[in-house]
């Protein structure tokens, strides 16, 4: 078998199991990965300098395909309501194939971390069937010095092999599906099959450390990070398309990560080396530090339309998907830590792009709102953003991030409250959707307001607004900030119709009530009463 890289030369894909390959590729890095990309016939070199890869028909994550082994160790530790389970049996027969269906074949290897903190992280192998696939995870993750791969020892390991497809009777998995992503925590093995999204095995190492780290005190979170000049440290929360990554990437504040953090005793940690950022309608104008990051040697574009004779990518186009995403490493953002590590934060911000036009720009939240909008998760999805979606439809995705809980979301919910008022840490929930009417009507909160209003977060100037409480949500909105249009802090004044604000306004209200119907045994008194006015909705 041929071999080429550095390795440790005991620990080496025999170990696994991984016998008869035609040769493994260890811990390539950006340029002899290129050649074999293009060599490969996987991608191809765009303008700028970056590498473009298509996924075909998966252009995201597939949730409903994501499985757990069931086992000693997570039947009775796994929120069972929100994973899929998979046999023991099952798991074996997959892992005894995929291991059979790579004889032969070419693999590329990459040694990597997953968390910053050496107290918290876990030492990953991946094995890729594409060599773009080995560039995209070696740019997402934390890259060892090259000196320490010669002793690397793996604690997880991760196979991705699209080529390989499920078979529903001898592995578990959906029926017809030819998708399957299977993870196994007790032994700390994941194997990807039948999908290109890149984004999946990513999300494998941030799903496993969510299992593992709350045991040990530690809150894993989807959100990203950054810290200022005094070192008074930040937490964006939001789903996809409300601007995490955007307003954590702030010219004046240090990133510490734009996707996936730890929240320990000691402070707060990134789980990554990279960034992984939505890139439709990028420009340099609006976002110039990613457009930077994003156009040149070493970053992997996925699904970005580029001109066949140019080769300059067309970041306004959807022609593949709305998803389009560019992966680079932390590196790549000029003011980014080094480190990946800084102190307890001061601020969280939760992020709602909500398509209703209801939400205040900024609210102060308590802490007990705090943990019902953690526990709720909302923004709301638009036409086009998913096959098949018309109109405006509510998304709650608990925790800001349900695909990747193995653990009853309660248990973070009460992980990340107990550190909030621990470190007297304030809260806010922050509106990037729209004003003056719901989607389609209104239009998109302009960015410039909520940089605006999240930086007088930040620097502590908001807290010395007037406040009114909101008398929907019940929690604190300011009535005036400097440079800021009042109207566009009051929604139901941008609106030209009332009547219609207050009939959505109690919609949504109704809407939150009724997805937090399956927490309420799991909070406290307090929590359940920082809910939208009851009384609002009933009237």
């Not at 269906?101 to 991946?126: C, E, F, N, S």
């Not at 494998?204 to 979170?221: D, E, H, R």
């Not at 998803?323 to 000029?334: E, K, V």
């Not at 909520?450 to 929907?472: E, H, I, P, Q, W």
Request: with cysteine.
């Amino acid at each position: 078998m041929k071999e080429t890289g550095l390795r440790n030369a005991a620990f080496g894909a025999d170990k696994f199991g991984l016998k008869d390959l035609g040769a493994v590729h260890w811990n390539l890095t950006e340029a002899p990965l290129y050649e074999h990309a293009i060599r490969n016939g996987e991608a191809t070199i765009v303008a700028g300098g970056a590498l473009g890869a298509e996924t075909g028909h998966h252009t995201g994550r597939s949730p409903k395909d994501k499985h757990t082994k069931v086992d000693q160790l997570t039947e009775s530790t796994v929120w069972w309501d929100g994973n899929r389970k998979q046999s023991q049996e099952h798991f074996d027969n997959m892992l005894q194939d995929f291991l059979a269906h790579a004889k032969g074949k070419t693999l590329y290897a990459q040694d990597l971390y997953g968390g910053a903190d050496p107290k918290y992280r876990i030492k990953v192998r991946v094995y890729t069937e594409y060599a773009w696939h080995s560039l995209f995870i070696r740019q997402l993750l934390i890259r060892p010095d090259r000196a320490e791969l010669a002793s690397f020892m793996a604690d997880m390991t991760i196979i991705d092999m699209p080529s390989f497809k499920p078979d529903h009777k001898r592995h578990g998995g959906r029926e017809g599906s030819d998708t399957q992503v299977a993870i196994d925590f007790t032994r700390k093995i994941v194997l990807i099959c039948g999908s290109s999204y890149a984004g999946e095995m990513k999300k494998s190492v941030f799903t496993t450390l969510n299992f593992y780290l709350p045991a040990q005190g530690v809150m894993p979170m989807h959100c990203s990070a950054n810290v200022g000049k005094d070192g008074d440290s930040a937490l964006f929360f939001g789903l996809s398309g409300t601007g995490k990554t955007t307003l954590s990437a702030d010219p004046n504040r240090t990133l510490i990560g734009d996707d996936e953090t730890g929240w320990s005793p000691d402070g707060i940690f990134n789980f990554e080396g990279g960034c992984y950022a939505k890139c439709i309608k990028l420009s340099q104008e609006a976002e110039p530090m990613i457009w930077d990051a994003t156009n040149r040697f070493g970053a992997v574009l996925e699904n970005v339309v580029y001109d066949a004779e140019t080769r300059i990518p067309d970041y306004n186009s959807d022609k593949l998907t709305e998803n389009t995403r560019s992966a680079y490493p932390l590196d790549f953002i000029p003011n980014a830590s080094r480190s990946g590590m800084a102190g307890h934060p001061k601020n969280i911000i939760f992020l709602t792009a909500d398509a209703y036009g209801v939400m205040p720009p900024i609210a102060k939240l308590t802490p007990a709102q705090a943990m019902y909008h953690f526990l709720s998760g909302y923004t709301a999805k638009v036409a086009g953003t998913e096959k098949g979606l018309v109109g405006v439809e509510p998304e709650f995705s608990t925790c800001f991030g349900a695909p990747f809980l193995p653990r009853p979301p309660a248990e973070y919910g009460r992980l990340l409250r107990d550190y909030i008022a621990k470190y007297k840490v304030d809260c806010w929930l922050v509106n990037s959707g729209w004003t003056g009417g719901i989607y389609g009507v209104g239009s998109r909160m302009p960015i410039k307001v909520t940089r605006a209003l999240v930086t007088g977060a930040l620097d502590g100037s908001l807290k010395n607004a007037t406040f009114r409480t909101d008398k929907y949500f019940g929690f604190a909105v300011p009535t005036a900030v400097p440079g800021i249009d009042t109207k566009i802090l009051n929604p139901d004044q941008t609106w030209a119709d009332p009547k219609a604000f207050d009939e959505t306004a109690r919609k949504l209200v109704g809407m939150f009530q009724k997805n937090f119907a399956k927490y309420e045994k799991t909070v406290d008194a307090e929590v359940r009463a920082a809910a939208p006015e009851v009384r609002m909705a009933a009237e």
